[in-house]
């Protein structure tokens, strides 16, 4: 992986006061795998932990869910962008690494739930131009109503769990809907990371993307997957299992290294195998 380098020694991560409380799936994971900057976001007790995954990688843990940076030589792009009110914790986040908000150009969001796009409006107001697919972008306007998942016995505790993990935000930070500025589909390539290559995956909801750099060998998949104990695993509360299962299938063609879940620890190496392991596990 020419001019991409991997993170350095790992960094214990310590808990305390921004130990991820609300996510079952980060509560699964090991600690210790990656570099972590701990900022100290005066926003609601909201606060935002950024992980280094690669040079231009880094990843923000929010008490629920995970949104990603990729920094081409100072111009950036979001991959989500967390619940409400998480805003002004990413200002202060991309502020400690010496950007200022506005350099974000672009902010792609995965699928419309408000754990990915519940700042999005926010983020818009800096200047970024919002990115969905074409199916998502009339829910995340609000011109059509958000499809409930279909919970399978053992999900219905778990969902519980992560709606509690949400954040109590007050009403006027909360900025819904989402204009979208670009919809996507199919085929699309976005400028950023030598071109991200748009994965419609429905079956967590109908408009849910991937996105793909096969330069970077990289896989940003939504909640289509998510990490857990190290490698990937089926993303849960889906409109449609049969249809994620699918989803899946085509991602595990991809072949990338590097998966970035929207909840879950990353896989830096050998997501590759690791997708068709899974592909070979689950029912098709
Ligand atoms: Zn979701």
Redesign the pocket.
């Known amino acids: 992986m020419a001019g991409v380098r991997r993170p350095g020694t790992p960094v214990p991560a310590s808990n305390g006061w921004l130990t991820p409380t609300g996510d079952p799936f980060a509560a699964r994971v090991t600690p210790g795998a990656f570099r972590a900057f701990r900022i100290r976001a005066p926003t609601y007790g909201f606060p935002v932990e950024t992980v280094e995954l690669l040079p231009c990688l880094h990843m923000f843990r929010f008490t629920v869910g995970q949104a990603y940076l990729w920094d081409d030589a100072g111009s950036l792009t979001l991959v989500d962008c967390g619940p409400p009110g998480s805003a002004p914790a990413i200002a202060a986040a991309l502020r400690e690494r010496g950007h200022e908000p506005e350099a974000v150009r672009s902010l792609v969001l995965t699928?419309c739930?408000a754990?990915?796009s519940g700042s999005a409006a926010e983020i818009r107001a800096w200047g970024a131009t919002v990115i969905a697919h074409r199916l998502e972008a009339p829910v995340l306007r609000g011109a059509s109503p958000q499809q409930r998942p279909v919970l399978t016995d053992w999900e219905r505790p778990l969902f519980d769990q992560v709606t509690r993990g949400m954040p109590d935000v007050p009403p006027q930070r909360l900025k819904y809907p989402v204009p979208v500025d670009e919809e996507v589909d199919a085929g699309d390539v976005l400028d950023f990371g030598g071109g991200a290559r748009v994965v419609p995956v429905p079956g967590?909801?109908d408009g849910s993307i991937a996105l793909h750099l096969p330069r970077a060998d990289v896989l940003f998949t939504?909640?289509t997957l998510a990490g857990a104990e190290g490698r990937p695993m089926l993303g849960v509360?889906n409109t449609d299992r049969d249809r994620l299962v699918d989803s899946v299938r085509s991602l595990a063609d991809l072949g990338a290294d590097v998966l970035c879940f929207?909840h879950g620890d990353p896989v830096l190496d050998g997501g590759g195998a690791a997708l068709r392991t899974l592909r070979g596990e689950v029912a098709v």
């Open positions: 699928h739930h754990d990915h967590h909801t939504g909640d509360f929207g």
